[in-house]
């Protein structure tokens, strides 16, 4: 009943589904879309796909990469779903490469590449993790910040905010307003560093002026 079912293929699997979920960890904790259960299906999905490729044209006869070789556009799918145009700016891009790796990495694992499918995931960390951090701290990366300013008087905190901006040279877009129980909500997006986020809420918090923000994914 299970002699389709070798210790070669389980192990091919597991390493995939091991690979998926590391990386899959790091997209949980950063708050992504695509995290841990969907890495870990995907690098599944394309080992299973690459092994069926294998064993089934050993078997039957054909082409050995003939299924192996639709994963490419049906991940492309799957990576298009995660990209959004969202309040004028683009976001998921680094999502949808994740998910295009780990593909990859499923690939490597199912066809009996252990070690370059290792080795393909930690240079995927790395981009993730260290070259993530190299950006955050030099200023390298600009993220969709939306802030949102409760205030009784609008019209001279819209005036404020919006000189605040001109001076730091810092783009807005999407403003909007709408009235709350102690006041007006003053909502407008901006693309920035993360040291330019900072400087601009300190600004804000100088003026007396109490600001949320909330990061669009990226």
């Known amino acids: 009943m299970l002699h389709d079912l070798s210790a070669n293929v389980v192990g091919r699997l597991l390493l995939a589904a091991a690979l998926g979920a590391a990386v899959g960890i790091e997209r949980e904790l950063r708050r992504k879309p695509a995290g841990l259960r969907t890495?870990?299906?995907?690098s599944v999905g394309a080992a299973l796909f690459t092994v069926i490729s294998y064993e089934a044209a050993g078997s039957f006869g054909g082409?050995?990469?003939r299924i192996a070789a639709q994963i490419i556009p049906g991940i492309g799918?799957?990576?298009a779903g995660v990209v959004l145009r969202e309040h004028g700016a683009v976001t998921g891009i680094t999502s949808a490469a994740t998910i295009f790796v780990i593909a990859s990495v499923g690939m490597a694992a199912g066809a009996a590449m252990p070690v370059t499918a290792v080795f393909?995931?930690?240079l995927l960390l790395t981009s993730l993790?260290?070259?993530?951090?190299i950006e955050d701290r030099f200023g390298l990366r600009t993220c969709v910040v939306t802030f949102s300013i409760e205030t009784p008087d609008i019209v001279t905190t819209s005036?404020?905010?919006h000189k605040l901006l001109e001076e730091s040279a810092i783009e807005s877009q999407r403003w909007k307003t709408r009235r709350t129980p102690d006041g007006t909500l003053?909502?407008?997006d901006t693309d920035v560093t993360s040291a330019q986020e900072r400087e601009l809420v300190?600004?804000?918090q100088a003026m007396h002026l109490h600001c949320e923000v909330r990061r669009l994914h990226t």
């Open 186 to 188: 003053l909502e407008f």
């Open 77 to 79: 799918f799957i990576g």
């Open 63 to 65: 082409d050995h990469t």
């Open 120 to 122: 393909a995931t930690l």
């Open 129 to 133: 993790i260290v070259l993530g951090k």
């Open 202 to 204: 300190a600004q804000l």
């Open 159 to 161: 005036g404020k905010v």
């Open 39 to 42: 890495m870990i299906l995907i």
